[in-house]
Each structure stands twice: as structure tokens, then as C-alpha cells.
């Protein structure tokens, strides 16, 4: 019954969707409103279908009603009830199910927001947003059904992937998708701008908060992904730069950089074609990813099942690309006709270096995830690019990007003065030598972090010397003490602020990612009872093992007592998890973490013939928890720069801000 | 009409399509072994029948090596299917070595017995001839050509009309870069 109303609610929104685009064509060709009207109808009436659909599909998982194929596959009796519904993106069918789900809930939105505004666009928006909701639609209803059933009905399923067992999984694929299907919204608004042929600014204001909101659940699912990596995988790292992994973080480079070319096209009206096809070039990686995750034409660790639905995407992805890049090409004589850049020093041209290296990292990415393809297909002998290649060629573009910014907020637009040069980057270049100074005489002696925390101390000190700037200008004007005077920055200029935040916290995480890069210790032994082993200042000693039975497996922990510099910090238990239907034991991990350093304990294996020992392997890495903390600051960035804004009174009096004024 | 800019798009995005497209008809996992080319690592092995042969002694022949586990179900899958084969090609200068490996002796000399088979096979003691061959996984079969260099790799079972061909193409000292996968499909 369930099956029956999942799937008959996915082949009548399909239905619906072929409608949605019929709808705005038919608008177009007769002119009669009820074809305007239908458009939204169809977007309203697929939200609820699919809706329905989903809640079936959440409904059996939690009754684990087994005669459905996916609810047999990825859960068990014994499956705690949130992990039941996790299941939901266990795998391919529900995962494509979560994603047209949350695709058309944003395409609700935009419905609803935009209901009695920008009409000329509007149902051309909807078409778009239609064409992706029906292929999905499409994928659900005939290649992959999530609503298969099975006879006989098993007694019991087969549960979850073990990996996937961690409160982590709950929230790193939503976010994920939800970032990927935002980029939609730009997507179909550039879509639909080139169709009315309005090519102006109208598009990218419109989407400037559904771009940051995307770009945001792009971070965290990214970010969230790297923190399960390190949680949960066991080995230690949180970025291997496996194919899968490249796939989610690609779409990341051109919405970033996208961010930062409209707002030169918004107060310059230049890059037009640019922006237009950064939005296509990210809408289109976001379903790249899902071909690379799902098709298997790639080796990835990531053991992905494979089905059809490889050869679909990848014929949507053609589409897509065709259509969308068709489109601007025919366009192109409206986008025509746009002023040059006046200085080499200047906003403008900051951001595009910007562009040109978040475009350059992207196409390294891109080229090293595909280089085992292409090198196969030309020389027929197959190749592996790894983590060195992907490090060695994006380390110094990163690191030129996070340069950029300390320069690009503060540097004026049009043509920058020596003096706004000065007055922005004298102190914090001053503040940077004596950060990075005590580091040199501490004994941090290697070039790339010596370069790195100083380009980062730099930043930071740009930013802090700005909004001191800002903070002392607003106090001697209106008399505020020093967090009204924040507060009040930041609610009068959003969007700056909102953006400086979230640059420290890139900060931040560029830190963490130097320290845990250049230096890790990595140590491995095998111990006896009460046996220690040293690892830099920490002593850990094997107390024993045990073993603990859980609701969906037992597992064996290793009990180990650990000091530091003579500190007691208490005992770690890392453990090995045995799964009933898994013939190898799962890696438990854990982790002690302080500001400066993680303590990683690996249990790797014990001995069943001899009591009482284990074999552990043991990571100390530094400044690893302030990629996680950046994280954070992150999201309070983002939330400044998008929460609804109060009317503009005043002009802001950041120092950047008033130099432009004059 | 912007022809010449639609051909420009074109002319990216097509060849990027069929790359992709291309990665349907490859196998991203497989790997070319590096020992194929290489001289056959010499060794000699005490056989079941108490004689001892030495690899590196058979050259001008066709040698076809064969390692395998009496516990390993795709071994017991060909075990008669490489005795048929052993039976066909015995007069054609081909010989076959079964090595035993991971296993023990006894266990060894049961499964012979219990299959026919007639080829010269025996148990490694030391462990030491699958590492100098890389083997990986059993059943694992080599083909060495005449000059004694190893011209084909099979990992998985493998059938008696592909025996013959590879001992075929290794008498013309045809090399083969590509491994080949067993037929033979595990119950998990």
C-alpha cells in the first residue's frame, strides 16, 4: 500500500512537471494568464506529491516495511529509529529521492516568494526549475524506484551501511544536497534571464541570498563530510581527494567565486558573461557529481552502487550543458558592450584574480579527478592521480586566495589610491611580521607554514584593523560604546560585515588545515597489558580490552590510559565494531582535542591468541579542531550577511567604505 | 546568428561528454600487473609425487602456472576444467605447475586426489614464490613463453578454451597486458 501510493505520487508529480513546462511555452505562444497561473500550480502540486512520496518512503523505513526492496536493503529490526530514517539517504533511490525533495521545496519557495513579482521571468524560472524536478521525477519513477517491492517478503532486512551508522550521516548528505540543489535557484533565474533576453543586474540581486544560502550548505556539507571523514573513517585525516570527495567540493569553487564577480557586475556591470557561466558551470558540477559518485566510470573509495543511473545523468548533464551554454552563445550580442577595468589595482580586478584562481583551482580539481579517463583513453594505459598531485598543484592557489583576502574587501573600487593602500595595509602587514617573528624564533623554521600563518595573520589583521576603524569612527560619531557599535556595522552593511566573518573563518580553517598538513606524528605499536607507548608528550598505556555488545553489533575496545607532559587526561577506549553482515570490523576511532592539538588513537587490530594485546596506531595533529571552529564562524557569518535586513539609513563608515564615498 | 560562437561551446563541451561517456567501457579497477614482460621469478617446487621441478629449467616450453587453495571455491570451480585442458596440451611442449599456497599439505594432496589431477603440483612451504609472483588472490594462473618471460596474468578462475589460447599465443610469445577476471561469481 505504501509502495502503491510512494509510487503513484511520483509518476503523478512527473506528470505534473511535463505540465509545469508546457505551461510557460503556452503562456508564451497564447498570451492567456491561466497559463501563468498553471505554472505555479504545477510547482505547488509536485511540492505536495512529492512530499507524499517522501513521507511514504520515511514512513516504511520506520516500520520497516520490508516488502519494499530499499527499506529491506538499509534497514533491520534491530535499526534504532533515527538511523531508520537516515536511511532515507542510504543509498542511490532514496538519496535521489531526498534531493527532488528538497529541490522542489526550494522551488516552492521561489514560487511563493516571487508570486506577484518579476512576471515576466517568473514562469520561465519555473519551467526550468520544472525540467529538473521532472528528469529527477523521471530517474524515481522508471530507472530507480525507490517504491520497488519484493516477494517474498524477507523477515528481516539488511541494514544500513555500518560507515554510515554516525550522527554524523544525519546531517552531511541533507546539507549537501541542500547546498547543490540551491544552486539551482541562480541556475534557473540566469536560465530564464537569458530566455527574456533581460540580461541586466536583475537576476543576480534577486538571487543574491538564495546564492549565499547555497553557497553556505555547500560549506557545511563539505566541512561536515571532512569532520565524519576524520570521526568516523578511522584513518585519521579528513580530505583524501578521492574522486567522490572532489565531486562535492567542486560546485564549491564556482559558486565562490560567482559570489564575488556579481558584486562586481552588480556595481560595475561588467563580467556578465562570466557570471552567467560561472551559475551554469556550478549547476552543471553539482550534476556531474552525482554521474561521478554513481556511475562507477571512476575508482573511488567511496563504494558507491552503481546502476543506470550513471548513463541518465550523464545524458542530462549533456542537456544541460548544451542548452544552457547554447543559450548564452545565442545570447551573446545582449551581453555585449561592457566597461573595461580602469587600474590593475583595484577592487575589480582583485576580484577577478580571485575568479581567475578559484577557476584554476576548480579546472586542477577537475583535470587530476578525470586524468585517469583521459590518460586512458589516449595513451590506453591506466593511471591514478592522488592527494600529492592535488596538494602540490592547489596548496599555492589556496594560499593565494586567502591573501586575496585581506585585499579584496579593503581595496577600492575603480583605482586604489597609494594612500587607501597604506592607510588598509600598512599595520596588519606590520601585525603579520610580529605574529609570524616569535613563530620563527618558537622553531617553526619551513617555509610554507612560515608563509601561511603570516598570509593568514595578515588577513586577520586586515580585517580586525577595519572593523577597529569602523568601531572607533562610529563611537565618536553617534557615541555608541563598542557592541553597539558592532551591532550596528554589521546591521547597516550586512553584507561586508557578513562577508569579513566568514573570511576568518576561512581563516581559521586555512590554520587548521597548515598545522594538521605540516605536523602530524604518526606512531604504531603493538602493546601488552600495561605496556606504554610515547608519542611527542603524551604516555598511553594499554589498560586492556573489552568487549560491549550494541543494539546492530558488538564491538572490541582498547582501553588505554593517557597522559600528557605527566597530565592525567583519562582513558580513550578506540574500538574495532563487528557488524553480523560485514566480514571485516569497522574502525572506531577517538580523539582527545585541545586549541593546539588532536590526539588520535587507532584501534588497528588485537591478538585473539594472547590476552590482552593490542595493536594501536596513534596521530597527534595539530590545530585540526579550527577547521571545525571555523566552520562555525562560518555559519554566524552567513546568518550576518542573510538575516533580513532593516532599511538603510545611513552610509556605512567603514574606512573602505567612506574612502569610495569621497 | 552567433554560429561561430555556438561551434566555439561546442567544440568544448562535446569531447569533455564523450570522455565521460568513454569511462562506461573501461574498468576503473583494474590494475596492469607489472610482472607481465618480466622474467618468470625462478623457483623450484618439492611436487605431491616426490620429484622436484625448477621453473627456470623449462625453457622452450610453454609453462603454465596455477595457484590455488583446496579451501577456495573458484579452485574447486576449475580444478577438472585445467586437468581437461592439462589432458589436450601435455604433448604440445606446455607444461603445468599447480602450486599449492595457504594451505596445508595433506589438504593439498586430498583435493589432487579427489579431482585427477594428473599435472605436476606441490605445496609451498616458504610462502615465497606468490609474493615474488604478486599474487593477490587464489586462484591466480601465469603464462610463461619460451625465453621464460611471463606473457599473460589471470586472476579468478579460469576455463580450459582460454588455457589454450594463451598457451597458444605464449608459444608465439604474444603478449597480454591486460589481466584477466575470473568467470567465477562468489556467494557473500
Redesign the interface.
Known sequence: MTALIGHGAILLAFALALGGIAAPLLLHRTGNDVFRASARVSILGQLLLVTIAATALIFALVNTDFSIQYVAMNTTRATPIYYRVTGLWGALEGSLMLWEWILIIFSGLVAWTYKDRQRETMPWVLMIFSIVSAFFLAVLAFASNPFQTIAPVPADGRGLNPLLEDSNMMSHPPLLYTGFVGLTVPYAFAMAALIVGKVDEEWIVTTRRWTITAWFFLTMGNLVGAWWSYHVLGWGGYWAWDPVENAAFMPWLPATAFLHSVQVQERRRMLKVWNLSLIIVAFSLTIFGT?LTR?????SIHAFSNGPV??IF?AF??VI??AS??L???R??LLKGQPQIDSMVSRESTFLLNNVLLVSALFTIFLGT?F???A??VTG??VSVGAPYFNTATVPIFLALVFLMAIGPMIAWRRASWDNLRRNFLWPAVASIAVVTPVFILGIHDFLPLLGIMVCAFVAATILFDTALAVRARRRLAGENIFSALATLARRNQRRYGGLVVHLGIVLIALGILGSMSYSVERQATLGRGETLQVGNYNIRLLGLRAVEQPTHYRVEGIFDVTRGGKEIGALAPALKFFPNQ?SPIGRAVHKSTFGEDLYLILSGFSELQNNRATLKVLVRPLVVWIWLGGGVIALGTLIAILPARRRQAVTVSSAELEEVA | MPVRRLAITFAIILPLLALLAYGFFRDPRYIPSPLVGKPAPAFSLQLFSGEKIDVSALRGKVVFINFWASWCPPCIAEAKELESAWRRLKDQDVVFIGVEIQDTEANGRGFVKEFGITYPNGADTTGKIPIDYGVWGIPESFFVDPDGRIVYKHVGAIGPALVEAKSAEARRRIMTTKEGKGEYQSIR
Do not use: M, R
Open positions: 554521474f556511475s562507477g566510470v571512476l575508482s550513471g548513463t550523464l548533464l549533456a550543458l548544451i551554454f547554447g548564452l552563445a545565442y551573446a550580442d578525470i585517469p579517463l583521459l586512458e583513453a594505459k591506466p566480514q
